[in-house]
């Protein structure tokens, strides 16, 4: 690992497009159904779930995409978090759901991993790049292993902090420097997301924050991070 530059990457929209798993994992979750084809999910749903897939951080957020699609709304913001206000006791009996419909399709290995693709700028990074990176993210542990063992990268990976610390992201920065204590006198420890709230939330720690633009926020426009088009950009 160089001893100038730490990366540090988030998994879903950095690393992995997991739209299309999530979506249909979700799909099931709140319909109570078992589909392991995405073409049988109504399309009107699939348009409004990559519009509104920003939005959610831990995946029983999820279920605010899923009850907005119901009530026909026009999701802001402002709006979601009304929503995790009003139903935080159904998103948590949601994201039991999700996880048992996600292992549902992952009893399926080659259907599971179909529905994920490795970003192509970032499949040439990983092959480029010589030095081991860490994966700050709140999917699931098993899930990353599998994509990283899928893609032939789990070797680059330093160490991965994920949901089974914390869905918040503070949380796996603090494990993540208490566990390298050698991170903080560094000269640069990058991270990279493409949700603009995880970013805001770890900016207090010693890090160099970047915005992934092909991530699920895809053509919005912010302005408080730097934002970059491709991981060749960091080097």
């Given amino acids: 690992m160089s001893s100038k530059i730490i990366y540090v990457f988030d998994f879903d929209g950095v690393i992995c497009n997991s739209i ?3 979506m249909l994992t979700s799909y099931n979750a709140f319909y109570r159904a078992e589909l392991i084809n995405i073409d049988d999910v109504p399309n009107q749903f699939k348009v409004y779930f990559y519009k509104n897939r920003h939005y959610v951080r831990p995946a029983k957020e999820y279920y605010l995409v899923c009850k907005g699609y119901r009530q026909q709304k026009e999701l802001s913001s402002s709006l979601f978090d009304e929503m995790k206000s009003n139903y935080s006791e159904k ?34 990074f990983i092959s480029e790049f010589s030095h081991k990176f860490f994966i700050l993210t709140t999917k699931d542990r098993d899930s990353v292993e599998m994509l990283a063992n899928h893609f032939e990268f789990i070797n680059k990976i330093e160490n991965i902090f994920s949901k089974e610390i914390s869905t918040n992201k503070t949380v796996l920065f603090t494990h993540l420097f208490n566990k390298y204590h050698y991170l903080t006198n560094q000269n640069k420890v990058i ?13 207090h720690f010693p890090l160099k924050l970047y915005f992934a633009k092909w991530g699920y926020a895809g053509s919005q426009k912010f302005n408080n991070f730097m934002e970059i088009n491709s991981l060749k950009e960091l080097i």
């Fill in 20 to 22: 299309n798993e999530c």
């Fill in 91 to 124: 998103m948590d009996d949601f994201e039991k759901v999700f996880y048992l419909k996600r292992k549902f399709l992952k009893n399926k290995p080659d259907i599971w991993l179909a529905y994920h693709v490795l970003y192509k700028h970032v499949a040439q």
């Fill in 191 to 203: 991270y990279v997301d493409d949700n603009e709230f995880h970013l805001s939330e770890v900016k």
